[in-house]
């Protein structure tokens, strides 16, 4: 079974979760000066990485709190998990590796 650590509560099981979306879109300051095609955009246009993708999750029969995850579409790891409003964490597959002498 697959173990979403919500970082609120730690990890718990997967069926408690619920997918909210692409994370990090930002809703255009003043929608009455955007174009038409600007705000369809912003409504409807998600990445669909094959990779690391930042996703909002709800922990829906948990604490109910939304938070944010960095997880491989390619193989379905969470490598992080964050709260909304924290900077995204550089997972640890991302991070340069550190010669051996
Ligand atoms: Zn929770």
Redesign the pocket.
């Known amino acids: 079974m697959l173990l979403i650590n919500?970082?609120?509560?730690?990890e718990?099981p997967e069926l408690?979760f619920v997918h909210g979306g692409q994370a990090h879109i930002a809703r255009p300051g003043s929608p009455a000066e955007c174009s038409d095609q600007q705000w369809a955009d912003y409504l409807y246009r998600r990445d669909n990485i094959k990779g690391v993708h930042a996703e909002r999750w709800r922990?829906t029969h948990?604490?109910?709190?939304f938070?944010n995850a960095l997880r491989d579409t390619t193989s379905d790891q969470f490598l992080a998990t964050y709260k909304i409003g924290e900077q995204p964490p550089v997972p640890a597959q991302a991070q340069p590796r550190k010669a051996t002498a």
């Open positions: 919500c970082p609120y509560c730690g718990r408690e922990h948990g604490c109910g709190r938070f």
